[in-house]
Nanobody, 118 residues
Framework: QVQLVESGGGLVQAGGSLRLSCAAS????????MGWYRQAPGKQRELVAR???????NYADSVKGRFTISRDNAKNTVYLQMNSLKPEDTAVYYC????????????WGQGTQVTVSS
């Protein structure tokens, strides 16, 4: 069992930046991928960004060029740098640690609120 704890959320004006952190209670190198998801009110949870154990990344089209995911295996921490934030980025952001060929198994954090004002 791994505990994931997100931090770094908050209220920011449109155009601003935030950096989210996800600290794991154990090693993250054993997971096939670490990711950030978000869920806005009334909407389904969606993948924002993912980074694999080899360092490959992929992003939702809506955040490409604005968000950057990274990982520090020594600190068992994953980051999401969010720049040029928009009101539509407002959501609860969740950290995810996944394994399995299709990432079908995962642990989730409790989420951190990001609110972008216009």
């Amino acid at each position: 069992q791994v505990q994931l704890v997100e931090s770094g959320g908050g209220l920011v004006q449109a155009g601003g930046s935030l950096r989210l952190s996800c600290a794991a209670s154990g090693s993250i190198v054993r997971f096939n991928a670490m990711g950030w998801y978000r869920q806005a009110p009334g909407k389904q949870r969606e993948l924002v960004a993912r980074i694999t154990s080899s360092g490959s990344t992929n992003y939702a089209d809506s955040v490409k060029g604005r968000f950057t995911i990274s990982r520090d295996n020594a600190k068992n921490t994953v980051y999401l740098q969010m720049n040029s934030l928009k009101p539509e980025d407002t959501a609860v952001y969740y950290c995810n640690a996944a394994w399995g060929a299709l990432y079908q198994y995962s642990y989730w954090g409790q989420g951190t609120q990001v609110t972008v004002s216009s």
